[in-house]
Each structure stands twice: as structure tokens, then as C-alpha cells.
């Protein structure tokens, strides 16, 4: 049944994609564009983030082992709608003009914590192929825990991105925090799971 | 760069038709005997201040009295009331004045005014905006030598406006200049725009319009406009004061924590468009600098 269901997955995934495209096709994205596309690829990315997170707590509250088999492609999304909101504000926003570029990241903090969070990403998806999980072994676990800290740096990004005390980007670290207190219910119970 | 003053003012259909506007401006101007020299500035002016389409001045708001998000304003304002509609001007003046919005409208003739509104996220709009200087109707009230400073003040009515039922920021929103700034011929006291009745989301019925100062500073819905010795805490500062400060001018050289400042995005120039820099005093410098000659706009920002 995961056979095809996984490329259904996969397709569904590419939705936030596809309503983009669709949106500048059909001129629908409003006042600002740009930032528009920087902000759908941004929450996105931390959607992402909150899904791949979840796989494992549904693993152990349903019995199944079948969420885990999503865990990498759904990781791998995490990078791709990351690098579409990077892209996003070095090409379309700032024309690749890296002199404020340079500039915001290393004076703003939620963009030097966002950038951070993008870097840490990279190692990640350079090891997410079965060939590399065999060559690093133990060590691999222990790199792809870097995916809690890049949750966290995520929701500061946006938490510190908003203007005033607003009510989606606390909901996403709420949510997140919730994933990340999971496991240490899970460690704490089952210690040969790891 | 040359702004359109309120002195050089236009009929309010020209912007149906931009080639109309010119020559009428070409005419109504060289008739006012302005020479030459001006009627290159003002077409250069015109062409850098092509006024944004009413669709997104009218849908894209700020005015966190009716929710945070951008189309809340436009969403959530249409039943708001502005009859009757009251202000009261007083404070340090020898003249208290309690005027309603209908009699400010009949007594002091709205003039289309074309200015450039720059928001603190970075972005910009060109405004045909109806109104006229604040300073006619201040000093009607005739401020006394301790008036330093003008605090405006919004109205508070949690009923109409949801966004003030949460303490995003401390309601009722309030903001301020000092007096010099408050007389000045470009700070307009707003009753329209495009030609037509101010729409609600955009402050109605009266609202502030400082074109060299971050858009926050130019308040929504005024009820009471107060001449005061010293210097008022204006809602933004007090949510956040290492990033808002009093004065809050255009200043491309100044960041804000957050945003750098250097830069804006064209509302309604399309996805492919580039930033355009921002100018300081959003380009009114001609007009305002001498305000600030001697400031260090750094400290003071």
C-alpha cells in the first residue's frame, strides 16, 4: 500500500508550490508579491518542519510503523520550501545585491537565526540518502537531531520577524514545542528505541 | 527630487487621465507664472509620483484597530461610524475648539495633495490624498507659548473596531509631533482620497498625513488633537522604544532593528519590479530639513 500511496504524498506535497504558480499566473498575489511569496514559502517550510517532527510520536501513539517511511521525503521538503524562501529574498527581493544581503544577516537577528537554521539544513539533506546513512552509521542519528534545534531556530525566526506579539507564529512554537517535548517522553520510556 | 506642493495643486479628475493631467498642470501652472524651470520639475515629479491604483490603497492597511492582518481594515471597517463624528482640540491653546467632521469640512476647502506614504516595513504607496495643512485648523485654536508639542489622539470604541479588544498595542492609539512640525504646510489633515470621501479603512472621516515620517506616525480617526508641553509617548513607543522612536523620519540610513531601511518595495509594481532606494525625508528634504538642522537624526530617530 505505501507504494502508491507515497507518490500521492509526494504530489501532495507540491501543492504550496503550485498555488504559487498559479497565483502569479493568474496575478492573484495581491499589493506586495514578493513578500507574499517570501511569507508562503516561509510558513511553509515551518509546516514542514512540524510534520517531519511528527512522524515519530505517530509512530509510538498509533502502533505503526508505516508514518516513518514518510519522515525523509517530508524531511527533504523542509529543504526544499527553505531554499524557495531563501531564493525568494536573495533573487527576487534583493536582486542578489549582497551588500544589504551581507548586511541583514549579520544585524538582524531574526534573519541571521533564519539563515542559520538554512545552513544547518544542508548537512541534512547531503546525508539523507540510504548509501549515507550506512557510511555514517550511529553518527547519522546523532546529525539528524540538528532538525530540533533547526525547529527551534525557525520558530524564533518568526517570532522575531513580527512587529507585535501576534498569534500565528506563538501557535508554531507551541506546536513545536509540543513535538520536541514528545520525544523526551519517548527517550525516557523506551531506551533501546533511542 | 521636487515634490507637488499644495500651492501647485490640481483639479481632482486629472488622475483618470495622466497626458490630461500634465497639461493641465502645464497650463494652470505657467498661468500662475512659475516659469520654466518649475514645469520640468513638476512633470519629472509626476512621472516619479505615479499614484498607486485605488485598489491597493484601499485594500492594503495597516490600522491595527481592525485587526492586524493587511485586509482586515477593508474587511471589518465597512459598518464603522463616522456620524457623528467630534474633535476636540485643546491643551496648552487660548481657543478650545469642539468641532464635529461635517463643520471641519465646510469650513477649511480639501485640496489633492500627491505624496509618496513610506511604511516602516518597507514599502511605498503614492497617495492622491484630499485634505488641507493642519496648521489652518490649529491655529484657529491659537496655541499659547507653552504648546510644544501636538498629540494626537484616536478614537477608542472596541465595539466597532475588534483589533481593540486585544492589547496588540496600548488603545487608544496615539501619536505626536512637535509643534514645529505639526504647523508645517506639508503636515495635512486628511478628509479624502482620489477625489472621493475618505474610505474607512484609510482613517476615516479625518485622519493625519506626515509625508516625510514613517506612515504609523500619521493617525487614523482622530477625536482629539492636544497641544501639550511636553513631549507625548505615542502608542508604538511605548510597545517597543528601541525600535520606535518620537520623530521616526524617512531616514534610509537609519535601520530599524528589524528592517533595514534602506530600500522599498513599490506597492502595485508587480512581482518583477526592483526596490527603489528610499530617499530621506522621503524625499521632502527640500521642504522639512531645516526642521532638524543641528539634530543628530541618529540619536533622535
Partial sequence: MIKYFKPFVFILCLWPLGIIILDIYYNNLGAEPVKKIMNHFGEWTLIFICLTLSMSPLKRITNLSFWIKFRRMLGLFVFFYATIHLLTYIGLDYRFDWEPIINDVLKKKYIFIGFSAWLLLIPLAATSSQKMIRILRHNWKNLHRLVYVIAIFGSLHYIWLSKTIFFKPLIYTAIIVVLLALRIKIKKRDVNYG | ?301
Fill in chain 2, 1 to 301: 527630487m521636487k515634490k507637488i506642493k499644495f500651492s501647485e495643486i490640481t483639479p481632482e479628475k486629472i488622475y483618470l487621465n495622466r497626458r490630461d493631467f500634465i497639461k493641465k498642470l502645464g497650463l494652470s501652472t505657467s498661468a500662475l507664472m512659475i516659469g520654466q524651470n518649475f514645469l520640468n520639475n513638476a512633470y519629472a515629479s509626476t512621472n516619479s509620483l505615479e499614484p498607486t491604483e485605488y485598489r491597493y490603497i484601499s485594500t492594503y492597511n495597516n490600522y491595527y484597530e481592525f485587526g492586524t492582518r493587511k485586509s482586515d481594515p477593508v474587511e471589518k471597517s465597512q459598518n464603522f461610524k463616522t456620524e457623528p463624528w467630534n474633535i476636540k482640540i485643546n491643551g496648552e491653546v487660548e481657543n478650545e475648539i469642539n468641532i464635529s467632521a461635517l463643520e471641519i469640512n465646510n469650513m477649511f476647502e480639501s485640496e489633492e495633495r500627491i505624496y509618496r506614504l513610506r511604511c516602516v516595513e518597507g514599502w511605498s504607496m503614492v497617495i492622491p490624498w484630499m485634505g488641507f495643512s493642519l496648521s489652518k485648523l490649529l491655529e484657529k485654536a491659537k496655541p499659547n507659548n507653552k504648546a510644544k508639542f501636538v498629540e494626537f489622539i484616536s478614537v477608542y470604541d472596541p465595539v466597532q473596531m475588534p483589533g481593540q479588544k486585544y492589547p496588540i498595542l496600548q488603545w487608544p492609539y496615539r501619536e505626536g509631533l512637535r509643534i514645529d512640525e505639526a504647523m508645517h504646510p506639508l503636515t495635512t489633515l486628511v478628509t479624502g482620497l482620489y477625489g472621493k470621501k475618505l474610505p474607512n479603512q484609510n482613517g476615516a472621516p479625518l485622519r493625519l498625513i506626515v509625508p516625510w515620517k514613517y506612515g504609523f506616525k500619521s493617525a487614523k480617526a482622530i477625536v482629539n488633537i492636544k497641544l501639550v508641553e511636553k513631549m507625548p509617548t505615542s502608542s508604538w513607543m511605548r510597545s517597543s522604544p528601541r525600535e520606535y522612536g518620537f520623530y521616526s523620519n524617512v531616514n534610509p540610513n537609519v535601520d530599524h532593528p528589524r528592517w533595514s531601511q534602506a530600500s522599498e518595495r513599490v506597492i502595485g509594481s508587480g512581482i518583477l519590479s526592483e526596490r527603489i532606494p528610499t530617499q530621506m525625508f522621503n524625499g521632502y528634504g527640500d521642504e522639512v530639513a531645516n526642521l532638524y538642522s543641528g539634530m543628530d537624526l541618529k540619536k533622535y530617530f
